[in-house]
């Protein structure tokens, strides 16, 4: 079996795409990355997304084409990749969560290298970008959202 490949992007949402643009690519993605092993969470403020993915290494040359060519965003910019180490978001094949724009922007400006998560982060340290991204998620795991919000 391969090794685990996580990629971790940002993007501007495109000119003029609605929400329910936005949703129908996630629910296709959903769909598609059920079908094909990928996992992940996409974040949006309305204005930017940060996306978090991760499968084997053919799953995601897959996936990344088929974000690469989606017309709901532009000025797509790498935070991070990786290969090796554990699968992050096993439940979820894509959900997009709506996020503060200052929460976006902080998870946006974090320290992505390594994919680093520590098991305990004290007051005294600063949160890497997918402990982040973990706190705006907690409180949607584990939660069932309506048909029309999970993608």
Not at 112 to 117: E, Q, S, Y
Request: glycine share 8%.
């Amino acid at each position: 079996m391969g090794k685990l490949h996580t990629l971790v992007y940002t993007s501007q949402v495109g000119l003029g795409a609605t929400l329910l643009q936005v949703e129908e690519v996630a629910r296709s993605a959903a769909t598609h990355n059920a079908t094909t092993g990928v996992t992940g969470v996409l974040l949006t403020d309305g204005s930017r997304f940060l996306q978090y993915i991760e499968g084997l290494e053919g799953a995601m040359v897959n996936a990344w084409s088929r974000i690469s060519s989606a017309s709901c965003h532009n000025n797509i910019a790498e935070l991070a990749c990786s290969v090796g180490g554990p699968r992050r978001f096993p439940y979820w094949s894509m959900r997009w969560l709506p996020v503060e724009p200052e929460d976006l922007r902080i998870a946006m400006l974090s320290d992505w290298r390594g994919l680093l998560r520590r098991e305990e982060v004290t007051m005294f340290q600063v949160p890497t970008g997918i402990e982040r991204v973990n706190r705006l998620i907690d409180p949607y795991e584990g939660v069932d959202l309506p048909d029309w919000w999970d993608a």
